[in-house]
């Protein structure tokens, strides 16, 4: 791995740390979001640090290139994310379905009372 990506890695890490503390700060941001996003930035913090960890990783998987497999990785855990993020929303809407049909339904009961 080469010492600009390193670096590269390093820098986008800290800055992704000190942005996620700044939303947490201004409650825009929970704290169980923000906690996955500052063990992704650690993770990419100590494959920068001790590059051996990838190097052995890369070997395990059997990828070629140690860059190539912190990308793979990279896309793997944020398309995890994303469809832990999709079955979110999918609990979210379908709560959402179940407050608007009982808002109706008290509605209904309250005009039928009049």
């Known amino acids: 791995m080469s010492i600009a990506f390193r670096i590269t890695?390093?820098?986008?890490s800290v800055f992704t740390l000190l942005y996620m503390c700044k939303k947490v700060k201004q409650e825009k941001l929970q704290i169980e979001y923000s906690i996955f996003w500052t063990l992704f930035a650690i993770?990419?913090?100590?494959?920068?640090?001790?590059?051996?960890?990838?190097d052995w990783m890369s070997?395990?998987?059997g990828v070629y290139s140690t860059t190539n497999f912190i990308f793979l990785l990279i896309i793997f855990i944020l398309l995890v994310k994303c469809f832990q993020l999709t079955?979110?929303?999918?609990?979210l809407d379908n709560k959402v379905k179940e407050l608007v049909q009982k808002i109706a339904i008290d509605e209904k009961e309250k005009r039928e009372q009049k």
Do not use: G, N, R, T
């Open 9 to 12: 890695l390093i820098i986008v």
């Open 43 to 54: 993770m990419l913090v100590l494959f920068s640090i001790f590059p051996q960890i990838a």
């Open 59 to 61: 070997e395990l998987v």
């Open 87 to 91: 079955m979110d929303i999918s609990k």
